[in-house]
């Protein structure tokens, strides 16, 4: 079954397997068979060595027609980077266009750096240099905002090594207008490497169907961005809302989400298996881990799982692994899998 922590279970997270050995150094310890009927115990322990890498592309209608949502948008950006406050991530963000003529590229800033990172100094005006340029830019009649993303990731163009989440946020008052119809653009996205970091895109846009109005913005539906939305597990949010502060400082949250594999030494009893997350430091702790199906099963998961801070965990297929979700790591966490061998 399919489960995402509580604080964003609306947005359609998904949970499927990935492999990536780039996370850190894993080691398994087992106990030897005695006896015919004695089954055999394992722990393995990942130690996490390198942080989370993320990277979240604002991807921003760019028509003059936009000029009150660009205002409307500058004066919340802080909401963004307070998603990353205090986080232990290795995060970018960026700035891209929907326009066709662009072909998928991002903002440089004044300095001509495209890329707004956790050292620099004042990030509120660095992402205001970047969407002043794309509102001086000149805009197509139409929005190719899924043709956009695609072109910069069949590039190459992602700014950590692949293995960084990477989650891209439409904001527009049109739909998309690319010229692939749905299913290419879906089998498009499904085609990276599910051993490479996890794409999301997620959909500010036009209420699907009708549209939306409010006394900022008039929006078409914006079906296309929505279908991608859900398809990608991202989040969908009407672009006529009284304001972004939650959108934006949910999409940076959604982003430092985790999910990696844990690959046993053998098959496991799928009853046997227990996952235990430590965090190092000052203020160390353990994290509470639930399995899929118990987490489906509760009946209150915000008092379960306070502010995120816990692990859901699937056995995948054949019982020689497990796929880990929840909030982002600190190097030198640790994460402990207990398990018996499958006879």
Not at 207 to 234: F, K, P, Q, W
Request: charged share 25%; aromatic share 8%.
């Amino acid at each position: 079954m399919t489960r995402c922590w509580w604080f964003l279970l609306s947005a359609g997270c998904t949970l499927s397997p990935v492999v990536d050995d780039s996370i850190g150094e894993t080691g398994s310890t087992g106990a030897t068979d005695t006896g015919a009927d004695l089954q055999t115990e394992f722990t393995s322990t990942t130690v996490f060595e390198a942080p989370h890498r993320a990277e979240l592309v604002m991807v921003l209608d760019n028509r003059a027609a936009q000029d009150t949502l660009e205002w409307h948008l500058n004066s919340q950006w802080e909401h963004l980077f307070d998603g990353f406050d205090e986080a232990q991530v290795d995060w970018h963000v960026g700035v891209m266009n929907t326009d066709p003529l662009e072909g998928g590229r991002l903002v440089e800033g004044a300095d001509q750096v495209r890329w707004i990172t956790a050292t620099d100094a004042d990030h509120l005006t660095e992402m205001s240099d970047r969407v002043e340029e794309l509102y001086f830019s000149d805009a197509a009649d139409h929005d190719f905002g899924l043709e956009n993303i695609l072109v910069w990731l069949e590039s190459g163009n992602r700014g950590h090594e692949p293995s960084a989440e990477t989650h891209f946020v439409v904001v527009s008052s049109r739909d998309d207008a690319s010229d692939d119809d749905l299913a290419t653009l879906k089998a498009r996205f499904d085609a990276f490497p599910s051993d490479e970091g996890r794409i999301r895109v997620s959909a500010v846009v036009g209420d699907v169907e009708t549209g939306c109005s409010s006394e900022l913005i008039s929006a078409n539906s914006g079906d296309r961005y929505t279908a991608i939305a859900d398809h990608l597990g991202g989040m969908v949010r009407s672009v006529c809302m009284p304001n972004f502060r939650n959108t934006l400082f949910t999409a940076a949250k959604m982003v430092q989400q985790i999910r990696f594999p844990v690959v046993l030494e053998v098959a496991a009893v799928p009853e046997s298996v227990t996952v235990t997350f430590r965090q190092q430091g000052d203020e160390a702790m353990t994290l509470p881990t639930f399995s899929a199906d118990e987490w489906a099963a509760l009946e209150d998961a915000e008092t379960a799982c306070p502010e995120g801070q816990c692990y859901v965990w699937t056995l995948n297929e054949g019982a020689m692994s497990l796929t880990v979700e929840g909030p982002a790591y600190a190097v030198g966490d640790e994460l402990q899998v207990d398990y018996t061998r499958a006879l």
